[in-house]
């Protein structure tokens, strides 16, 4: 064990290496293609640092999607079970909630903004049932039946903006604008809507679940030894996994309803820049710890927001960014993969030493 | 000319862990060696070192008076040294006479490789078909095909590592036969074994080791079990009293026409399974590997549900697997997390609010300091991962766990598999000791003597169907039962 944990980093300092590791290519990168990394990285914290604005209205609004996603990604991975397919149950609760947005002109407020949400978290649900079904009757991995729903749901929204929810007009292919009611409240001065503090409250929330309930004791132990779940817990692993999947759907689509109903207000292609798949990426940094997904949903967001400033000041296409996120991926992979190696290569000859 | 083949003075240091420290052993042809000693001793190191499989730091290998190096266990075999594992090392897809091939280097033709096999099973006079898939052997021809393997190049020097652990006593008892005859042509046979029965009926002569050391070398006649023990542990190993219980309690366990289909398709299945255990008594069950035995104590536990039959159980029951890594335990988590996971519905780290449970942590690692320290687990605290302790301690955790809630049933599967002699013999005093506070006890061992020391009565599953055994079980009539139908051997 001892020559191992030499190996073995702190999680912080992973964290923070994975971020470093990201941030040092990019630069790298940029050089090597002639560009200044030095006016692209200032560009990208004024992009989304740079002012209260930026903060609130570019970051933090980024965040949003983000945040909630990942979550819900911990919340099925804590439970071993890989939710790719967030990008698909993002657009089902956008198109749920952008139908049931189009229906509500005569509601009040609250029931109004409740029922978007509500009808967005049942898309999620209803768009991850069927993974979950071949999952715990066929054993088909979710990891693939969930990223194949994915394109599915791109096909739907194609086929709902050019047809069902088309705009009266006809012109474009995206809906009408939903009613006034159904949209979000605004913080005062900017254009973050409140859709902020569900995400923190949620991610308050899954923590304590994680932490103190059975339910969340039970999830992490079947992720992290399914056989003693069921032998020595005597825990209906199916049933575990089949709601932590059917949660995690319900909040990929609830980020897609509060996309809808507190951003753009309406249905298109391509509402999402890929916040499903970014989400993995916030979800891993945190190492699935939902205090930490709000910081590095923040970070991502950052990233996101910085992105657009950087193409428009300093002429770097924003896809540059999507190095550091790959980066922090294979970082933080790779330091769990050392811990398995360290935690599995006892040998028996080593645990002499521990012997009685 | 027989063969001397000399480990001297081995030293093999893992990091600040060292498993041999200046080790000896001498073999010489014509005999019969066991090695002896606790888990972690370092018999398979050093059995390891033997093969070519791990560097020594310090020693010399000498084979009949010139010192060899073996650095591979290409180079062992080419020195005539052959080697049986502990776990069988075959290609279950392959046919037996490719796997012979494979291991001996023989080139792939097929013809060749069949006559060549057949004069082998003939001069050893083990037979065996060569075109049988290895996979679907029974145990003991899988074994057979190992000593194939390790003898179809010239072997002079045969060392085996824990060969009986898998097999009934007639099996044992086949195996001990070939050993003496392939001795007797002049070859040295170094067995590692935990049973003490071997060494003294099939041993000539015995070396033990003690963390590293060799305590003891000599002749096996004139060796008994207590003296054994005494070199293995260093002291005098006191069996609680046997205070055999009367059996007169209550049934808290009844099977009756259990069947269930093995859920890994290996083994025979329960086919026909009915037993009783009474409140106060130590049932053990006696079976081969394979023989439905899993089955049915996983049924009686309520942990695997019966496809046919009945299984009734009064009160609480508490079931310690086999596999105490996959099964018993989750190795990344804490030690107190760990007690959670085997927590009875009742725990005292429950909490209950509405429809809501919640778990009080302080509680529950309360409880499992409270283990640590009845059960003498030696671990850096509650919070650490339970995958930094030894197996022994491991499974004291297992025990202490089980036995917290006081459960009015116990099932417990191989409960002391890989465990040194003390540790073993503490969780035998644990669990005759919950039997004697009034708890039903159904206790599985592999080792046959094992179950007829526990026991107060001895059930016996052989082929999927349980026979009970009258009176006082003598080993033979035991080992004969748990045979059943199936034919022993080829």
Redesign the interface.
């Known amino acids: ?3 191992v944990r030499g190996l073995v980093l702190s999680p912080s300092a992973v964290t923070v290496m994975a971020i470093a590791a990201g941030a040092v290519l990019l630069a790298v990168g940029l050089e090597l293609t002639g560009y200044h990394s030095g006016q692209a990285f200032r560009a990208m914290w004024h992009g989304a640092f740079g002012s209260w604005y930026a903060f609130t209205s570019a970051t933090l609004l980024r965040a949003i999607p983000l945040i909630v996603i990942a979550l819900g990604f911990a919340l099925a991975l804590k439970g071993g079970a890989l939710n790719i397919g967030a990008e698909g149950q993002f657009y089902a609760g956008a198109i749920a909630a952008t139908w049931i947005g189009l229906q509500v002109h005569s509601w009040g407020t609250v029931p109004a903004i409740l029922a978007v949400w509500l009808a967005s978290c049942l898309a999620g649900v209803v768009w991850m049932a069927l993974p979950v079904l071949l999952r715990t009757r066929y054993g088909v991995l979710e990891a693939i039946s969930t990223l194949l729903m994915n394109f599915i749901a791109l096909s739907l929204v194609s086929y709902m903006v050019q047809g069902p929810l088309q705009e009266a007009s006809g012109i474009y292919p995206q809906s009408d604008q939903i009613a006034e009611v159904a949209r979000i409240p605004l913080i005062a001065g900017t254009r973050l809507h409140w859709g902020i503090a569900v995400a923190f409250g949620l991610a308050a929330l899954i923590w304590w679940i994680f932490k ?4 969340g ?1 039970h999830l ?2 079947v992720g ?2 399914a ?8 825990i209906d692993r199916n049933r575990v996994l089949a709601a932590a999947l059917l949660w995690s759907g319900a909040l990929a689509g609830l980020a897609g309803g509060f996309e809808v109903s507190g951003v753009s207000h309406a249905l298109y292609q391509n509402l999402s820049p890929g916040y499903g798949f970014a989400a993995i990426a916030v979800a891993l940094l945190a190492r699935l710890d939902p205090r930490g997904i709000v910081l590095s949903g923040i970070l991502f967001g950052a990233l996101e927001a910085g992105a657009g400033a950087m193409q428009r000041d300093a002429g770097v296409p924003s896809v540059a960014v999507y190095v550091v996120e790959a980066v922090v991926i294979l970082v933080i992979l790779l330091a769990g993969a050392a811990k398995a190696a360290g ?1 599995g290569s ?11 | 000319m027989p063969v001397r083949f000399a480990l001297d003075d081995i030293t ?1 240091r ?4 060292t ?1 041999l420290d200046g080790a000896h052993l001498l073999l010489e042809g014509g005999e019969v060696h066991a090695v002896l000693g606790e ?2 001793a370092g018999k ?2 050093l059995m390891r070192v033997a093969f070519g499989l791990t560097a020594p730091d310090l020693g010399t290998v000498a084979l009949d008076g010139v010192p060899v190096a073996i650095p591979n266990p290409r180079a062992a075999r080419a020195l005539g040294i052959g080697m049986v594992h502990q776990h069988f090392t075959s290609v279950p897809q392959l046919p037996v006479a490719e796997n012979v091939a494979l291991s001996a280097g023989w080139p792939a033709r097929p013809g060749d490789m069949r006559r060549r096999l057949a004069l082998l099973c003939q001069t050893l006079d083990l037979p065996l078909d060569p075109d049988a898939l290895a996979g679907t052997l029974p145990v003991a021809l899988k074994q057979r095909l190992e000593i194939l393997k390790a003898l179809a190049t010239d072997t002079k020097v045969l060392l085996l590592d824990e060969p009986t652990a898998v097999l009934t006593p007639r099996e044992a008892a086949g195996l001990f036969t070939f050993l003496r005859s392939f001795a007797s042509e002049g070859g040295a046979v170094a067995l590692i074994t935990h049973k003490l029965n071997e060494v003294l009926d099939g041993a000539d002569r015995v070396t033990v080791l003690r963390a590293g050391r060799v305590t003891h070398t000599g002749p096996a006649e004139g060796e008994t079990r207590s003296t054994l023990t005494r070199h293995m542990i260093g002291r005098d190993i006191t069996s609680p009293e046997q205070s055999r219980s009367v059996s007169g309690g209550d049934v808290l366990v009844r099977v009756a026409d259990g069947v269930l289909a093995s859920p890994s398709f290996q083994g025979s299945g329960l086919r026909s399974g009915s037993l009783e255990v009474r409140a106060g008594e130590v049932v053990g069950i006696a079976a081969v590997e394979g023989n439905g035995q899993r089955e049915l104590l996983r049924a009686s536990a309520g ?1 695997w549900t019966l496809d046919g039959g009945v299984v009734e159980l009064a009160g609480s029951c508490a ?1 310690i ?1 086999e ?1 105490r890594t ?8 804490s030690l107190t ?1 760990n007690v ?3 927590g009875a519905p009742g725990a005292s780290w ?1 909490r209950h609010a509405g429809p ?4 009080d ?1 302080q509680a529950a690692a309360e409880a499992s300091a409270k283990i640590i320290e009845e059960y ?1 687990v ?1 671990a850096p605290g509650p919070e650490s ?1 339970v ?7 491991q499974q004291k955790l297992v025990l202490g766990r089980a036995l917290l809630s006081e459960p009015r049933v116990i099932v417990a599967e191989n409960p002391t598999r890989g465990l ?1 002699v ?2 073993a013999t503490e969780i035998h005093d644990r669990l005759r000791r919950a039997a004697h506070n009034g708890a039903a006890v159904l206790f599985y061992s592999s080792d046959l003597d094992e179950v007829l020391e526990m026991a107060d009565r001895v059930v016996v599953v052989a082929n999927g169907r349980t026979v009970p055994v009258d009176g006082a079980p003598g080993r033979t009539r035991v080992g004969e039962l748990m045979l059943g139908s199936r034919s022993p051997g080829s």
């Open positions: 064990m001892r020559r103190s309930s059975q339910w004791f992490r132990a992290q030894g056989e003693a779940a069921l032998v020595t817990g005597r935690l006892r040998s028996p000859a080593l645990s002499v030493g521990v012997e009685p | 093999k893992y990091g600040s862990v498993a888990n972690g398979t190191t942990v079931f697997p596999d996959s099964e018993g335990l989750i190795p990344a988590m997390e959670v996971l085997g429950l809501l449970t919640t778990i942590w003498g030696v991962p995958a930094t302790l030894s197996g022994g301690n040194d003390a540790a």
